[in-house]
């Protein structure tokens, strides 16, 4: 089995999963006999949908970088932005403040200047060897921060040089299953989704998720990682 079509089955099963339990959830809600039942199943069902799409996205970011890791690619042969994502370490020390030139540090300690040379001129002399090496990236690269809001997922999918943009459409709909969701977290017992809300924020994940794999799939079948 190929690369891109193992790591399509591995989304796919965990999809799968996901969606089924969802769906079982929301299925139940609606044949709930009370509304007191009705109610606590449609807050149940979209707290159990909001972790999943975070599961999910992360799931799949992941199963992405793992196998971009798995390639050794060269840096000559990756895309701008993996390069950069696997460079990270090295720009980190450029960019450190309290990183000082060893001989200097005791005798001009304030002298900014100086030392953002110093950084930089150790950058240069490892850049050679930094161009050389084959890509790894760092697992903390893919990160959900407290809460996956749309625009977490489009950084995350930038960084990987992956279609950030197409998120947006469903920017609305994933604020507010994220703003319920937190509601309900934090002890809003009042917070009650309609029926029709509920099914908006399932069809809304559903389709984050699909899109998701298929940009995915898409990037590792064409190649979009290369430069």
Do not use: W
């Not at 139940?28 to 949908?49: C, G, K």
């Not at 977490?152 to 299953?177: A, I, R």
Request: proline content about 4%.
């Amino acid at each position: 089995m190929s690369l891109p079509d193992d790591v399509f089955r591995q989304m796919e099963n965990d999809r799968s999963v996901r969606e089924s339990e969802i769906r079982l959830v929301g299925n139940i809600a609606r044949r709930a006999s009370t509304n007191t039942e009705r109610n606590m199943l449609f807050r149940t069902a979209v707290l159990l949908t909001y972790s999943h799409l975070e599961g999910f996205c992360k799931f799949a970011l992941t199963a992405y970088l793992s196998a971009i890791n798995s390639l050794n690619l060269s840096v000559k042969d990756a895309s701008f932005a993996i390069v950069a994502a696997s460079m990270s370490e090295v720009f980190a020390a450029l960019r450190h403040p309290q990183t000082k030139h060893e001989f200097f540090a005791g005798a001009l300690p304030d002298d900014t200047k100086l030392h953002l040379f110093a950084r930089e001129r150790e950058f240069i002399e490892n850049f050679r060897a930094a161009m050389e090496r084959p890509i790894k990236l760092p697992d903390d690269l893919i990160d959900t921060e407290s809460n996956l809001k749309p625009i977490v997922l489009m950084k995350n999918l930038f960084k990987l040089g992956l279609d950030y943009k197409s998120v947006e459409p469903h920017s609305g709909t994933v604020n507010k299953l994220l703003g319920v969701r937190n509601a309900i977290a934090h002890g809003d017992v009042l917070k009650v989704p309609k029926k029709e809300e509920v099914d908006d924020y399932i069809m809304t994940t559903f389709g984050v998720m699909s899109f998701i794999q298929r940009e995915i799939y898409a990037a590792l079948k064409q190649g979009t990682y290369r430069s």
